[in-house]
């Protein structure tokens, strides 16, 4: 669970960057990035979240 957050942090603005640099150019493509990046963190947080919370359970 740990090494989706991670992976994503990685991969979630690549794709950003290429998806939104074939739609939209140079803007997009910097867009892109941007959003990819929001979403990873929002990810990873959300999986720390959980973890922590899994941990306190014990």
Do not use: E, H, N
Not at 29 to 55: C, H, N, R
């Amino acid at each position: 669970m740990i090494a989706i957050g991670c992976l994503a942090l990685i991969i979630l603005p690549l794709l950003g960057l290429a998806l939104g640099g074939m739609l939209a150019g140079p803007d997009g493509a910097t867009w892109g990035a941007i959003l990819g990046l929001v979403v990873a963190l929002g990810i990873s947080g959300f999986m720390g979240y959980a973890l922590v919370k899994i941990g306190r359970r014990r």
